[in-house]
Nanobody
Framework: QVQLVESGGGLVQAGGSLRLSCAAS????????MGWYRQAPGKQRELVAT???????NYADSVKGRFTISRGDAQNTVSLQMDSLKPEDAAVYYC??????????WGKGTLVTVSS
């Protein structure tokens, strides 16, 4: 069973930076895409950024130019560097892993709070 553990959330002032990390353990063969999603109170979960096994990245328009997603050398870790944070970036951030066989896994989430 795949487990994803996120870290790095916290409280930051608007304009500040945070770096989220996620490590996958368990049966982690055939990883296709890893990514980050977020869910603010009262809103649906939304895509923030993804990175494929080949390194192709995809970002939500709202974070382009401010957030950077990257995979670790071991390919079972993914990070999200968040710069120029805005109050509207506050949410619970979830790590996601999608395998080539279609299996999809989620972490438990890490809270990001941005004060104005």
């Amino acid at each position: 069973q795949v487990q994803l553990v996120e870290s790095g959330g916290g409280l930051v002032q608007a304009g500040g930076s945070l770096r989220l990390s996620c490590a996958a353990s368990g049966v982690i063969v055939s990883i296709n895409v890893m990514g980050w999603y977020r869910q603010a109170p009262g809103k649906q979960r939304e895509l923030v950024a993804t990175i494929s096994n080949g390194g192709r990245t995809n970002y939500a328009d709202s974070v382009k130019g401010r957030f950077t997603i990257s995979r670790g050398d071991a390919q079972n870790t993914v990070s999200l560097q968040m710069d120029s944070l805005k109050p509207e970036d506050a949410a619970v951030y979830y790590c996601n892993l999608e395998r080539f066989d279609g299996m999809n896994y989620w972490g438990k989430g890490t809270l990001v709070t941005v004060s104005s």
